[in-house]
């Protein structure tokens, strides 16, 4: 007769730490969706200092969220998510003011950018005519570099925050 032994998360976490330096965090669980752990698809988690910042469908619409590790809790994030846009793919600065994700509107792609500061929306690449995805944005904000396939292939480009192309230094010095 074969035995199965079940573990909990922490006896898990315990086993992993062993292993690979993985840990559990205990961030608090919560039902309803208003902690960083909850029953929903979180997806797409990126850290950036004290920030993580995700894409879940905790609303019932693919929205982006941003949790702070230090007062552990989700932060507000007013103008940001709507109903018509499904959000993926999200990525935030050091300092946690810029976040830029990649999202879709009436099958539309775009890459936007949103500033906590100003609690403004942008999309950075209304003039691209083709699909673009998987956005990053630098540790200071200043340079956001996404995937386009407007020639026929998927290009990385790199933009500024104001939505302007950058070109790809050549000369390494």
């Known amino acids: 007769m074969k ?3 079940f573990l909990g998360l922490a006896a898990i976490a315990t086993l992993l ?6 840990q559990l965090l205990p961030f608090p669980f ?3 969706g208003r902690s960083l752990n ?4 979180d997806v797409s988690p990126r850290i950036a200092g004290r920030y993580i910042v995700f894409a879940s469908d905790r609303r019932g619409s693919q929205d982006i969220y941003l949790y702070d590790t230090i007062e552990q809790r989700l932060l507000d994030l007013p103008g940001l998510n709507s109903l018509d846009l499904m959000a993926s793919s999200p990525a935030i600065s050091d300092n946690g003011r810029y976040i830029v994700f990649a999202g879709s509107r009436q099958g539309i792609t775009g890459i936007y950018l ?4 100003f609690r403004q929306l942008r999309n950075l690449t209304e003039n691209i ?4 995805r998987n956005p ?4 200071d904000g200043a340079t956001i570099a996404f995937e386009s396939n407007a020639r026929g292939q998927w290009d990385i480009l790199l933009y500024n925050r104001a ?9 390494p010095r």
């Open 3 to 5: 035995r199965f032994v």
């Open 17 to 22: 730490n062993g292993c690979a330096g993985a």
């Open 30 to 32: 919560d039902p309803g």
């Open 38 to 41: 909850s029953p929903f698809s």
């Open 114 to 117: 949103y500033d906590r500061d």
């Open 129 to 132: 005519r083709a699909e673009v």
């Open 136 to 139: 990053t944005i630098s540790a």
């Open 163 to 171: 939505g302007q192309p950058l070109g790809v230094p050549t000369d």
